[in-house]
């Protein structure tokens, strides 16, 4: 079974500043997707950024990057000039390939962010 | 906007009663749907997956007669609780994947169940 594993129960960062939010996971299959979700203090789930494991290449969106380390099992977060809308919860999490659409997320255990002035 | 609508947001009710959850796709049809159970300040729990015209697959440890599951149409699946008690009480939130879609699920935006 995957498991995903964050270590980092709570974080905290100035704004303007960069922080980066950690995410290991463990697998047996060669092809999958890796997540980050925030969720605010109302609860929704918000798609920060996704990666595909078979592109080498680390995803970025806007101040959002990740760094995907797949012989290590790594895929971690990086914010960068954090905002204070940025506080939340994120989760990473961990998906098969599969082809159809009944693949279910595995969540990690989350880290909740905090942002002060 | 939203595109998965899950109902009610808010739920207050005595022990013993049975509450119903709806979660519903609002522009796609989803043959599959998630129901997940979040703790406070703790991860979401995948508690089954709901399949349309066909029992739903409960994870490990999940009671089938406790949280039952119906996915009676291609937009609607629906989540009871059953003689809810307050070790029950928590955050409910179901998700649906869209063919074709960037994200992988997209989310309601959850229920808070309080059993008294």
């Known amino acids: 079974a995957q498991t995903v594993t964050q270590s980092q129960p709570e974080m905290s960062v100035q704004e303007a500043e960069t922080v980066t939010l950690s995410c290991t996971y463990d697998?047996?299959?060669?092809?999958?997707?890796l997540f980050w979700y925030k969720q605010p203090p109302s609860r929704q789930m918000i798609l920060v950024i996704r990666?595909?494991?078979?592109?080498?290449q680390n995803a970025t969106e806007n101040r959002f990057s990740v760094n995907f380390q797949k012989a290590a099992k790594s895929f971690s977060l990086k914010i960068s000039d954090s905002q204070l809308g940025d506080a939340a919860m994120y989760f990473c999490?961990?998906?098969?390939?599969?082809?159809?659409?009944?693949?279910?997320?595995?969540f990690g255990t989350g880290t909740r962010l905090q942002v002060t002035l | 906007g939203a595109v998965v609508s899950q109902h009610p947001s808010r739920v207050i009710c005595k022990s013993g009663t049975s509450v119903k959850i709806e979660c519903r796709s609002l522009?796609?049809?989803?043959?599959?749907m998630f129901w997940y159970r979040q703790f406070p300040k703790k991860s979401l729990m995948l508690m089954a997956t709901s399949n349309e015209g066909s029992k739903a697959t409960y994870e490990q440890g999940v009671e089938k007669d406790k949280f039952l599951i119906n996915h009676a149409s291609l937009t609607l699946s629906t989540l009871t609780v059953t003689s809810a008690h307050p070790e029950d009480s928590s955050f409910y939130i179901c998700s649906a994947p869209k063919v074709g879609d960037n994200q992988p699920q997209h989310f309601g935006d959850g229920t808070r169940l309080s059993i008294l």
């Open positions: 522009d796609f049809q989803a043959t599959t």
């Open positions: 990666q595909e494991a078979y592109k080498q």
């Open positions: 999490a961990y998906r098969r390939l599969d082809t159809g659409t009944a693949s279910k997320l595995t």
């Open positions: 697998t047996s299959e060669s092809d999958y997707y």
